[in-house]
């Protein structure tokens, strides 16, 4: 019946819409422009700072900050607050702040992809073709059980998406797209319902974004807007990653990261730094950097030293589990299932391990 429904739906709007001409690509972009508060007013937002409520699953921040600005700058939270437990921005290149161990991060892959992607002030169809970006009219569909008009939209990099607009309003109410959800998942098809449009300074923006699995309907997270501030005054360096005095335990860490591409210049740091800092525990902060080493698929690098490590800790089932999840993100089973059962036999009770381990049979 719900399926009737739609048809039933779909075929009243096509019916009532018969008598005048379907719109085209340009004339939907051009009422789009218009119900947002139009070019003019688009145009005097160079800068929105978000106050709202980020819920996944029972993890809730209820007071997230997001800050973006022209042409390409956002950061989640005031990167001179240090001591934020995980910060991410963009300033030309994304960027990570971790608090434990206390490193910054300049990321690539699919890290980087999420950091720019995030740094819209609108949407991808404002000055689409400046930004090299390509977009093809799908036609009517149903989304979320009304229909919608979908423009399927393809970035200058590559990435693509599908973008729902209200065939009345001609505001996106949501998209589809595919992207992994944790560092070495697989890609998740994935759509977020938008709505409760509001307007700030003439320009409407949604309060309401909501991210689902579309192959079972869970809800992913939500974000729910408490406040919008447009046109702070902030300088381009507010943008940039905390700037702090680093250990050298601290350095040692950031280099290896950087160093990541050539498994000999990072076995030959961590060597040194080894020697020359032999009371320096380095075990937990290079197991987080291998993971990181290994998110950018930078798996030789990651395997060479997260191997070093679980020699040098060699009763820590930390660094037996962290070993067996470099390999596992590189595609070898049998080392991975071979270095959380280590980690295991360490400690029966290490839940990671024993998760990974369930995860490969």
Known sequence: MRGLGWCL?????????????????AEILRLHVEALGGYKNLEAVHSMVERLEYREGSFVIPNAFIARMRPYYKTLADPKDLNVDINEGYDGSAWEYYKDPGVVIR????????GRHGTEIFDSLLDYEAAGTRIELGGLESFAGKPAYKLHVTLADGFEKDLFLDPKSYLIVGDRRSAPVHAFGADVRSENRIGDYRR???VLFPFQIVETEIATGKELNSNTVQSIEVNRPVDANFFE???FERT???RMLEQLYMERTDPVCVMWSYRQFRKAYPNVNTEAGVEFI??????????????????ANAMDYPMSASAQFGLGRAYRAAGDVEHAREHFRKALEIDPHFKKANEGLEALR
């Open 241 to 243: 990653p905390p700037q």
């Open 248 to 250: 050298p335990l601290q």
């Open 290 to 307: 291998g993971y990181q080493m290994a998110k950018m698929r930078d798996f030789n690098g990651a395997v060479e030293l997260l191997s």
């Open 107 to 114: 990321t690539v892959g699919a890290a980087a992809a999420a």
């Open 9 to 25: 739906v779909l075929f009243s709007f096509v019916a009532a819409g018969s008598a005048q001409e379907t719109p085209t690509l």
């Open 200 to 202: 700030v300074n003439g």
